[in-house]
């Protein structure tokens, strides 16, 4: 029988694009605009910030992994202090120093893929991770290094469902595909026990950050399901009959160090 593990990266495997489709992609579909993870007017008080600040020292440091603009790390300072993002994108992380020297925060930023940077990136109190674990297929080094550079706790959080399930129908019409239907965040908290990691989870339902229009909501969709251009006119008559959701089940799992 598979370990948590191997399923969990057999069950990502599985939703890998087939190379027929992606070949006639005119953008890349895993492309993430950064205007997508700008930081809100106001940060919604999530369980999964209230884990967070409720282990960070007065003054602490977090460390945000796949930060974008800092919503998770933004949303515990205070008491958090001094903020540490990673992102693999530029634009991400000028983002997050931008976002820091609007609120008087001292910060530090790092390039490149975790845990292939980790060596080089500092130990925090508290790190957090949202919404990225469905894009780590290799997730034993990832956890390990998350796990290695945290004080007093990790909080992660991730959809109860892989963030591209809401684009199956999509494929269906479309390219006629069917695609998968895990894994899930209850896999995930299977591999931390099978890791020898001690987590707890809590579930809630969160409000999706909508696209800023419609031309928005039918590019992303146009660029998701590697359709051309010239099928726009269809794509638009097919978010008619099946408007984005507004909010989504999410899973906070999150564990301390002893």
């Known amino acids: 029988m598979n370990s948590p593990i191997d399923k969990w990266k057999s069950d990502l495997e599985s939703w890998a694009i087939p190379q027929e489709i992606l070949d006639q992609a005119e953008v890349a579909p895993w492309f993430h605009p950064a205007s997508l993870f700008a930081l809100p007017n106001e940060i919604w008080d999530s369980p999964s910030h209230q884990r967070a600040r409720e282990a960070m020292p007065i003054g602490g440091t977090v460390l945000d992994i796949g930060c974008g603009g800092g919503v998770a790390a933004f949303a515990i300072a205070p008491p958090a202090a001094h903020l540490v993002g990673v992102d693999h ?11 820091a020297l609007e609120r008087k925060l001292t910060s530090e930023v790092f390039e490149g893929f975790w845990p292939a940077i980790a060596k080089d990136v500092p130990i925090a109190d508290v790190v957090t991770v949202h919404h990225v674990v469905y894009n780590v297929g290799d997730i034993e ?76 909501r039918v590019e992303y969709t146009r660029m998701r399901l590697c359709l051309p251009e010239s099928r726009r006119a269809e794509i638009v008559e097919f978010l008619k009959q099946h408007p984005s959701p507004t909010s989504r089940e999410l899973a906070v799992i999150w564990w301390d160090k002893v």
Do not use: C
Request: no cysteine.
């Open 141 to 216: 080094p990832f956890v390990r290094a998350i796990d290695n550079h945290a004080r007093h706790r990790v909080v992660i959080e991730l959809p109860l469902v892989h963030p591209m399930t809401p684009r199956n129908s999509g494929w269906k019409h479309f390219w006629n595909l069917d695609r998968p239907t895990s894994p899930t965040a209850d896999d995930f908290f299977d591999v931390l026990k099978y890791l020898g990691i001690k987590p707890n989870i809590e579930k809630f339902e969160g409000r999706i950050l909508l696209d800023e229009g419609e031309d928005d």
């Open 89 to 99: 994108q530029r634009e991400m992380l000028d983002m997050f120093e931008r976002n």
